[in-house]
């Protein structure tokens, strides 16, 4: 095969290889592919590797792009892909309108009430008191409840029954400790409770079965809006002589609301006030011009008590009392 002597024609691949034009080559009509001549420049050079990267349409290769891939060596068809299952759910529910429609909430289910409490003693002791079903309202425990009256009574100075006196009871939920205010012997009853179905349903009904009602007087507010107004509320009454606390745990910061009730008007010198809080909470030593009287442990519920100084050192010398009795209880015995 002769080539000729003129210059041959030289195109420049991407390969950065000298393809040499066949059609130029005298005798080779017969042979249709290129010559390719490796310059001594490109014999060096890295080979290049062609990336392709594009999102096909409707899963479908343009004629461009095929062409593109195909004058590579490469298969257009690794390169199309199926849109997925949950592509094709979420285009279909654009184009139905299902996508922008909200499903409705399921009905909560109707709350309902069982009788679990009763009153421990005083004029209503052993009646039933209604309480809601679930975690909605958490009764204080009746060893609590006891204890902390037994506590009150002896402090007092009448272990037998409460001094005559007022109560308020915050967060009262079902009214259980209220009403064994006045099953005790106190005179009048504030109950603060924010919830109107538990108002309605609850204590409404245990006031009116245990007779109660009417020296009752039911405040459907939310405590801190309640304290806030105390200089309006306390009238000429005065401080109460009781008062409870006993929130949810979780729903209520008690260096905040010590800090409320202490400086409020509903505090006295010569007042009462019980407060259940739950383990790991720190409560202060003193609730305004008061101190604390006693602090129970009941598993994971705690039981504070804060009162007059007077009352302090008559339930230590009360105690001393006691336990002289007792010595001398004892002494007898062995004597015997």
């Known amino acids: 095969m002769a080539v000729s ?30 010559l390719i001549n490796a310059s001594s420049k490109s014999s060096h050079r890295r080979p290049f590797i062609i990336v392709s990267s594009y999102k096909p349409r409707n899963g479908l290769v343009s004629d461009e792009k095929k062409e593109f891939l195909e004058r590579y060596g490469l298969n257009p068809d690794d390169f199309s892909s199926e849109p997925s299952p949950k592509t094709r759910r979420r285009k279909g529910a654009e184009k139905t309108g299902r996508g922008n429609q909200v499903s409705p909430e399921e009905p909560k289910p109707p709350r309902t009430t069982h009788k679990l409490l009763q009153v421990l003693g005083g004029t209503a002791r052993r009646k039933k008191l209604l309480s809601p079903k ?33 109560w308020l009871d915050l967060y009262s939920g079902t009214g259980s400790v209220g009403i064994e205010a006045i099953s005790r012997g106190c005179s009048e009853v504030h109950f603060v409770e924010m919830d109107p179905w538990v108002v309605s ?7 009116i079965w245990t007779g109660f009602l009417d020296v009752s007087v039911i405040h459907t507010v939310r405590v801190e809006k309640f304290l806030e107004r105390a200089e309006q509320l306390v009238g000429k009454d005065g ?22 009730i202490s400086q409020s008007a509903f505090v006295g010198e010569d007042t009462f006030v019980v407060v259940e809080y739950p383990l790991r909470t720190d409560m202060q030593d003193s609730c305004g011009c008061l101190v604390k009287i006693a602090d129970r442990r009941f598993g994971r519920t705690h039981l504070a008590i804060y009162g007059p100084g007077w009352a302090q050192k008559k339930r230590k010398s009360d105690k001393s009392f006691r336990t002289v009795a007792e010595k001398v209880r004892l002494q007898v015995e062995s004597e015997n």
Do not use: W
């Open 134 to 166: 679930g975690m909605d309202v958490r009764p204080m425990m009746e060893v609590v409840k006891g204890a902390a009256f037994d506590i009150l009574q002896v402090a007092g100075g009448c272990p037998a029954a409460l001094r005559p006196g007022r």
């Open 5 to 34: 002597s003129s210059p041959i024609p030289q195109i420049l691949s991407p390969l950065h290889m000298n393809i040499i034009n066949s059609n130029n080559i005298s005798g080779s009509s017969s042979l249709n592919l290129p």
């Open 201 to 207: 349903e609850v204590l409404r009904p245990n006031l």
């Open 239 to 260: 401080a109460f002589d009781y008062i409870s606390v006993t929130p949810p745990y979780m729903a209520v910061d008690y260096s905040v609301l010590m800090g409320q």
